[in-house]
């Protein structure tokens, strides 16, 4: 066998996958056709549980630094300011929650970010090396590569985008539609003297809802922008000065637009893959689902497939493995209700199309009545988000649960009871009360008892938390 995982796409998913991977010793190649790293923003927003499991493979800090909050939005209608309007509430991190909001970071960037940590592991992308064809039986896949070689893998994942080879080879159908009556003109460009402070929205003084967006991009001099077609844009010109002719036309000029980095039309392609394995094949991200724009959930839900599928790759048990299509496939087809209704809010006109609720933020996602998740009562239970807490080592030092569970293992988390067991091959750790005493290495004080809170167990009780930091069991 040449390598245990062949992942054909180098982007976000790809990454991810790969990260997870490397990191427990999985030999993993991340082939990629195109000659050169995609630049631009495209899926620019990151979801709070986006950003955990970035903070679990080690990338958060970088991602932080690179990108920024949410800023409000200056409405010009008629080349006036006429108001400002927020997207996204505020909300206060908490104990159980410590990133309750998006971030905001290009693709590029982001990708940036997660090949740099890939390559800490001794893995590297190998551009301009595409997948044409593979093969497969009961022991492995036997795939073809555009350069001529010719690899045995263990596994293959498609993360190859909507127009997914792997996906199409496979034979799995790709269910939805496209809609040519909505589309969108969008791409990333200079916009002087637009303050970065603040996205901008230019409306028609005649239909303030038609116009155009300015997002500005983090880190960049770049904005992302938008605009909404109508029926009578046919032919639409995408490039720079076709632009700035749309722009003047509702603002009367004063704003200059220079250094396009790319633009294109879009089109609404809902679809969800009938299946996202097929034996040794599996599919993640757009190769199984692709996303309207709207409400930022494409990038964000196929991180999390990867982010679900590299523990069970690297265990390679078949009660794992036939998890995985159960536990995302349905998540992907109720995020993809939750992106579509934004969209349709948008090409109806609705006012507060542009609000963004908890819905968006990817923390509710459960895997309740999965097949790795037992069904059971309590507050928190089989198959939920584990949350996070403040503790307190038995040597005094600071520590969160996010901390206890970081790394590529499970955890296991009893409160009170029994001392925890040093040959145990999970790490555990016995959360005592705020007055009890630790009295062994594995103990750590319930701070505040928010711990205690989050999971709503009684004393005695156990909470095994999967290595991608959802509830695996709760036993007394």
Not at 207 to 233: C, K, N, W, Y
């Amino acid at each position: 066998m040449d390598v245990r995982v062949l992942i054909a796409g180098a982007g976000p998913t790809g990454l991810t996958l790969g990260i997870d991977l490397a990191r427990r010793g999985v030999g993993v190649r991340i082939v990629d056709k195109a000659g050169a790293h995609f630049v631009g923003s495209r899926g620019d927003g990151i979801q709070p549980r986006t950003l955990e499991v970035f903070e679990d493979l080690g990338v958060l800090g970088a991602v932080l630094a690179a990108g920024g909050a949410p800023v409000p939005m200056k409405v010009h209608i008629g080349g006036r300011v006429v108001g400002e309007r927020t997207m996204f509430d505020a909300v206060q991190p908490s104990p159980s929650t410590p990133y309750p909001g998006p971030w905001f970071l290009g693709q590029s960037q982001t990708e940036g970010i997660l090949r740099d940590r890939l390559a800490e592991f001794g893995v590297h992308v190998e551009l301009g090396t595409g997948l044409t064809c593979f093969e497969q039986d009961d022991d492995g896949v036997t795939a073809t590569l555009d350069t001529g070689e010719v690899v045995r893998a263990a596994y293959l994942v498609g993360a190859d985008g909507g127009r997914s080879l792997v996906r199409k080879a496979s034979g799995i159908a790709f269910e939805g539609t496209t809609d040519e009556t909505i589309r969108m003109l969008l791409g990333d460009v200079r916009a002087d003297p637009l303050d970065h402070a603040y996205g901008h929205w230019f409306g028609a003084p005649d239909d303030p809802m038609r116009g155009i967006v300015f997002s500005p991009l983090p880190g960049t001099p770049h904005f992302q922008f938008g605009a909404p077609l109508g029926e009578g844009d046919l032919d639409v010109e995408t490039a720079l000065p076709a632009v700035q002719s749309r722009l003047d036309a509702l603002t009367g000029g004063g704003v200059v637009l220079s250094d396009l980095v790319w633009s294109t039309v879009w089109r609404p392609n809902v679809r969800l893959a009938a299946r996202f394995r097929d034996r040794r094949v599996f599919l993640a991200g757009d190769a199984a689902h692709v996303h309207p724009p709207t409400g930022g959930q494409g990038l964000n839900t196929g991180v999390q497939d990867a982010y679900n599928l590299g523990w069970k790759l690297a265990d390679g048990s078949p009660e794992l493995l036939d998890s995985y299509e159960a536990e995302r496939r349905t998540v992907a087809a109720r995020v993809l209700g939750i992106s579509t209704g934004i969209m349709q809010k948008y090409a109806d006109g609705e006012e507060d199309a542009y609000k963004r609720g908890d819905d968006t933020r990817q923390l509710d996602v459960t895997y309740r009545g999965g097949p790795l998740s037992p069904r059971a009562t309590g507050l928190v239970r089989p198959g939920d988000r584990a949350p996070d807490a403040p503790l307190r080592a038995a040597d005094r030092a600071q520590v969160r649960l996010f901390e206890l569970f970081r790394g590529p293992h499970a955890t296991r988390l009893r409160f009170g009871g029994r001392p925890a067991d040093p040959s145990d091959d999970v790490p555990t750790y016995r959360i005592l009360a705020g007055g009890d005493r630790p009295a062994d290495p594995g103990d750590v004080i319930d701070v505040g008892g928010f711990a205690h809170a989050a999971y709503g167990v009684r004393a005695g009780e156990e909470v095994l938390v999967r290595p991608d930091g959802y509830v695996w069991s709760v036993t007394v």
